[in-house]
Nanobody, 125 residues
Framework: QVQLVESGGGLVQAGGSLRVSCVFSGRTFNSYAMGWFRQAPGKERAFVAAISVNDVAKYYTESVKGRFTISRDSAKNTVFLQMNSLKPEDTAVYYC??????????????????WGQGAQVTVSS
């Protein structure tokens, strides 16, 4: 069974940076595409970024392009989301997710079989 454990959330001022990490265990990390989603209070869970199985392709929602970077480290079985130039509207619980083999529907949370517990990111104005 896949387990995902996020860390690295916190409180930061607008314009600052944070990196959230997600450690994968239980299966072969390199067989899974990985995604980051976020959920703000009163809103649905929304796609943020995804990275393909072979690290060739990366995808971002429009509002974070140029500010966020997704990456993966196979030696550490970890996926990262580096967040720069943070804005108050980035405040949310950030979740990592794993999708065996990857799929074209990387933006759809229903494609992902495994989820972490979430990490709170709060950006103050």
């Amino acid at each position: 069974q896949v387990q995902l454990v996020e860390s690295g959330g916190g409180l930061v001022q607008a314009g600052g940076s944070l990196r959230v990490s997600c450690v994968f265990s239980g299966r072969t990390f390199n067989s899974y595409a990985m995604g980051w989603f976020r959920q703000a209070p009163g809103k649905e869970r929304a796609f943020v970024a995804a990275i393909s199985v072979n690290d060739v392709a990366k995808y971002y929602t429009e509002s974070v392009k140029g500010r966020f970077t997704i990456s993966r480290d196979s030696a550490k079985n970890t996926v990262f989301l580096q967040m720069n130039s943070l804005k108050p509207e980035d405040t949310a619980v950030y979740y990592c997710a794993a999708d065996f083999g990857g799929s074209p529907g990387y933006r759809d949370p229903r494609q992902y079989s495994y989820w972490g517990q979430g990490a709170q990111v709060t950006v103050s104005s």
